[in-house]
């Protein structure tokens, strides 16, 4: 059995109690991940919709952290809002000071901008996976969530895609805040959905960009994802990091584009999640995405396992 440094963390946002709580767990250099049967019975233990176990890199390694994610039920290749948890940590016990630090995740190594108080991760390579383009797949959809199907015009010519920045999700347009916050899926009917289209869940959302206002580009979102134990999560990093790509698709961002994403208000946890494009010149129309925030710690000590 193993002891280990503890932390409870709210990510994207800079007050206790509010953005999306992540466990995190810190490892000494040269210490082995616990049996991965452990870390899942913390995570499921914890109730939190992720938690992280992060070590440091031996030197001479081409990553200087490495990181694994659980929910309660599984193991996943990437966690923006416990990335985010896991570096402030590391931030502000003293273990790193600011600049850029490579983290290896199952779902490839990553950049991380320690930057004052604030943390930027990049994101995988952004991938337009497919569009639900199929009138009863929709309509399904849109009833699984607890909504109509919105008239096209009111959606600016959007239609639900599933977007990958790590992690697939179906991208859900909505055309108005009242219709999100009247969201109430069936989770069960959701699961299912969700693993017919191997995604993790649905990112729906709705946009002062529909209305043309590019002087504060705002988005406000809830995610589901109860294929993996997670009725409503109040901030994901790589959902918004999706969701800022399928803008650039859909040409209401550019390349260098950047949005503000609100979420985890139905929660009472709201948190700010700041994405950013930026263009690749050596790759023609492609662009990388990176996500950012804040965090605070809630809690700490050891664990046992």
């Not at 946002?13 to 913390?42: C, H, R, S, W, Y």
């Not at 659980?70 to 923006?80: A, I, K, N, S």
């Not at 108005?176 to 969700?194: A, I, V």
């Amino acid at each position: 059995m193993g002891e280990y440094k503890f932390y409870i963390v709210d990510a994207f946002t800079q007050e206790v109690f509010g953005g999306n709580a992540a466990g995190v767990v810190v490892l000494e250099q040269g210490d082995d991940f616990p049996e991965e049967e452990k870390m899942i019975k913390l995570a499921s233990e914890l109730r939190y919709s992720e938690t992280v176990f992060i070590k440091p890199g031996a030197p001479g390694n081409t990553w200087d952290f490495h990181a694994r994610y659980f929910t309660p039920t599984d193991e996943v290749e990437l966690c923006g809002h416990a990335t985010i948890g896991g570096m402030y940590v590391l931030s502000h016990t003293g273990l790193i000071g600011e600049g850029i630090y490579k983290l290896k995740t199952k779902a490839g190594t990553i950049d991380i901008q320690i930057d004052e108080n604030r943390i930027i991760m990049g994101m995988a390579t952004p991938e337009n996976i497919a569009t639900i383009d199929d009138e009863e797949a929709i309509r399904k959809l849109y009833s699984i969530m607890g909504a109509s199907v919105p008239v096209p015009s009111s959606l600016g010519g959007l239609k639900p895609m599933l977007i990958s920045t790590g992690l697939p999700d179906i991208m859900l347009p909505l055309p108005t805040r009242d219709e999100l916050n009247s969201l109430s899926p069936n989770m069960k009917e959701l699961s299912l959905f969700s693993k017919k289209w191997n995604v993790v869940g649905v990112h729906a959302f709705t946009t002062n960009l529909l209305e043309g206002n590019t002087s504060e580009r705002k988005v406000f979102c809830r995610n589901f994802a109860p294929l993996y134990g997670i009725d409503e999560e109040a901030a994901t990093g790589t959902s918004n990091g999706a969701l800022a790509y399928y803008f650039y698709l859909n040409k209401f961002l550019d390349s260098a584009g950047n949005l503000k994403a609100v979420q985890g208000e139905s929660m009472n946890r709201p948190s700010s999640i700041d994405a950013y494009l930026s263009p690749e010149p050596e790759k023609n129309g492609e662009v990388t995405v990176r996500v950012g925030g804040s965090a605070a710690i809630l809690a700490e000590g050891k664990v046992h396992l």
